[in-house]
């Protein structure tokens, strides 16, 4: 995520922001240039960026969901027809905000979306809504368990293009038990959205995008009977050997879920590194045979056609990370280990996002 601040005062502000903090400034995300902007609201009712020149600067309308609910910050032009920006067509159903707590969990669920939408707008690749491609579009559900018909749980996960997101997950107490009682190491909406998003590339870009033969010499066959596969790995767990050969625990559960769980950290990868060159992080590590480990990136991960650099800085900062978290008594920030072959995997991830950016 790269840094932002606002062009009234200076003050550094957050990518969730809708008012600068120091200000008072409003603050609107324009996908098309892919920044959080300050906007001036003119006569007509539009949202204009300040021009230093007298200049006819481009229109802007809030989004539905920010004017409406404050649960978005993105703006769409105003000589768009659609009433949603980029990040929030998608939605199919939201939840039902006559239930108390509801438009809070919406807000958190909005907020790790807009991030998982920047990273898809970084990266080039194509999305497409249900409305536009009903059969292979990509759509959204936020669903509570009360809403749901008698004996039929709720349950994230994705299906032929809807990715459906319990807004329990939004409570954090709720989403920490739940953890716990899987065992994960990790759990956040964030990481939901990017692994769910993962198996809707699975379907765009190796199924449809005639990758299935690499696909498999590298991650297996898909082929395997799924239900029997996650059956298994929920009564028996992963194989012994899992972290030699898979990024975590649930990734050795199928092929399908291998790609997922894959997918979902190489959005952290490069979501992070971006950050971490946007503040001029730089790591220096001396190890006791006197290598020494550095993280600088002064790259654009999100646009980088050579994955060697991107997990040559991500190794060393990660160490960092977890180091510093450990000494606020935190657990580790990124808790994965990454060997050779999960590396392997990361790296065509990359050549296949790479391979399927839209030219714009």
């Given at each position: 995520?790269?840094?932002?601040?606002?062009?009234?005062?200076?003050?550094?502000?957050?990518?969730?922001?809708?008012?600068?903090?120091?200000?008072?400034?409003?603050?609107?995300?324009?996908?098309?240039?892919?920044?959080?902007?300050?906007?001036?609201?003119?006569?007509?009712?539009?949202?204009?960026?300040?021009?230093?020149?007298?200049?006819?600067?481009?229109?802007?309308?809030?989004?539905?969901?920010?004017?409406?609910?404050?649960?978005?910050?993105?703006?769409?032009?105003?000589?768009?027809?659609?009433?949603?920006?980029?990040?929030?067509?998608?939605?199919?159903?939201?939840?039902?905000?006559?239930?108390?707590?509801?438009?809070?969990?919406?807000?958190?669920?909005?907020?790790?979306?807009?991030?998982?939408?920047?990273?898809?707008?970084?990266?080039?690749?194509?999305?497409?809504?249900?409305?536009?491609?009903?059969?292979?579009?990509?759509?959204?559900?936020?669903?509570?368990?009360?809403?749901?018909?008698?004996?039929?749980?709720?349950?994230?996960?994705?299906?032929?293009?809807?990715?459906?997101?319990?807004?329990?997950?939004?409570?954090?107490?709720?989403?920490?038990?739940?953890?716990?009682?899987m065992d994960e190491k990790y759990r956040?909406?964030?990481?939901?959205?990017?692994?769910?998003?993962?198996?809707?590339?699975?379907?765009?870009?190796?199924?449809?995008?005639?990758?299935?033969?690499?696909?498999?010499?590298?991650?297996?066959?898909?082929?395997?009977?799924?239900?029997?596969?996650?059956?298994?790995?929920?009564?028996?767990?992963?194989?012994?050997?899992?972290?030699?050969?898979?990024?975590?625990?649930?990734?050795?559960?199928?092929?399908?879920?291998?790609?997922?769980?894959?997918?979902?950290?190489?959005?952290?990868?490069?979501?992070?590194?971006?950050?971490?060159?946007?503040?001029?992080?730089?790591?220096?590590?001396?190890?006791?045979?006197?290598?020494?480990?550095?993280?600088?990136?002064?790259?654009?991960?999100?646009?980088?056609?050579?994955?060697?650099?991107?997990?040559?800085?991500?190794?060393?900062?990660?160490?960092?990370?977890?180091?510093?978290?450990?000494?606020?008594?935190?657990?580790?920030?990124?808790?994965?280990?990454?060997?050779?072959?999960?590396?392997?995997?990361?790296?065509?991830?990359?050549?296949?996002?790479?391979?399927?950016r839209v030219r714009g």
């Open positions: 995520m790269r840094t932002f601040s606002c062009q009234v005062c200076g003050q550094p502000v957050y990518f969730e922001n809708s008012q600068c903090t120091h200000c008072g400034a409003t603050l609107g995300f324009l996908p098309e240039r892919q920044r959080l902007c300050a906007l001036e609201q003119h006569g007509d009712g539009l949202w204009r960026v300040p021009q230093p020149q007298p200049a006819a600067p481009r229109a802007y309308r809030k989004c539905a969901n920010y004017a409406q609910h404050d649960v978005c910050n993105w703006m769409v032009p105003a000589d768009s027809a659609e009433a949603f920006c980029a990040a929030c067509r998608p939605n199919q159903i939201i939840p039902n905000l006559a239930r108390p707590g509801n438009l809070d969990k919406w807000y958190r669920i909005e907020r790790s979306k807009r991030r998982l939408a920047y990273g898809l707008l970084r990266l080039g690749l194509p999305v497409h809504t249900k409305a536009e491609d009903p059969a292979g579009g990509l759509g959204f559900a936020f669903l509570a368990p009360e809403d749901a018909n008698p004996g039929e749980p709720v349950l994230t996960g994705h299906a032929q293009g809807l990715i459906t997101i319990n807004i329990d997950e939004a409570d954090a107490p709720t989403r920490e038990r739940m953890r716990l009682d956040t909406l964030l990481g939901h959205f990017r692994h769910e998003i993962g198996h809707y590339y699975w379907d765009l870009l190796i199924r449809d995008g005639g990758r299935l033969d690499e696909f498999r010499a590298l991650f297996g066959d898909e082929q395997r009977d799924y239900g029997q596969a996650l059956d298994a790995h929920y009564a028996n767990g992963p194989p012994a050997d899992w972290q030699d050969r898979f990024v975590s625990a649930y990734a050795a559960s199928h092929p399908w879920e291998d790609w997922s769980e894959t997918f979902a950290h190489y959005l952290h990868i490069v979501d992070t590194l971006e950050t971490s060159e946007h503040f001029g992080v730089q790591i220096e590590q001396r190890l006791p045979d006197g290598s020494v480990q550095r993280s600088d990136p002064d790259f654009d991960p999100y646009t980088m056609d050579d994955f060697r650099p991107i997990i040559d800085n991500w190794l060393p900062l990660t160490f960092a990370l977890n180091s510093l978290s450990r000494s606020m008594g935190q657990p580790d920030l990124y808790p994965f280990v990454l060997s050779a072959p999960v590396i392997e995997k990361l790296g065509y991830v990359h050549r296949v996002v790479r391979e399927s």
